[in-house]
């Protein structure tokens, strides 16, 4: 499986963009799908994160109401819609697969070790 986010670039405070997360396939194994985001000086944190076995979505706290993760499976691509855009967002996005216990995803969603397979980061910039 190899994966390719796309997407990125610069907005303003408040703009809009949408991530691509195109796999080459997916797995029978690969039970979700996550974004990741990793600032510079930063740790890798967990963005959102969707099951590609009923399509739930988690979110972290700092973007819920704002981005909006959906998959589409026959595409064998996850999307990352992404509003009101602040310079904190201002990060390399990375997505990633999930393949563990798929009962697991609610509770280790946001935990970068939980991954499989990583595609290179798409860079996302906000300027005020």
């Known amino acids: 499986v190899q994966l390719q986010a796309s997407g990125g670039g610069l907005v303003q405070l408040g703009g809009s963009l949408r991530l691509s997360c195109v796999a080459s396939e997916f797995a029978s194994y690969d039970h979700g799908v996550g974004w990741f985001r990793q600032a510079p000086g930063k740790e890798r944190e967990g963005v959102s994160s969707?099951?590609?076995?009923?399509?739930?979505?988690y979110y972290a706290d700092f973007v819920k109401g704002r981005f909006t993760i959906s998959s589409d499976n026959a595409k064998n691509t996850v999307y990352l819609q992404m509003n009101s855009l602040k310079p904190e967002d201002t990060a390399v996005y990375y997505c990633a697969t999930f393949r563990g216990d798929p009962l697991l995803l609610l509770r280790v969603w946001e935990e970068p070790s939980r991954y499989a397979v990583w595609g290179k980061g798409t860079q996302v910039t906000v300027s005020s």
């Open positions: 969707v099951s590609l076995d009923d399509g739930s979505a």
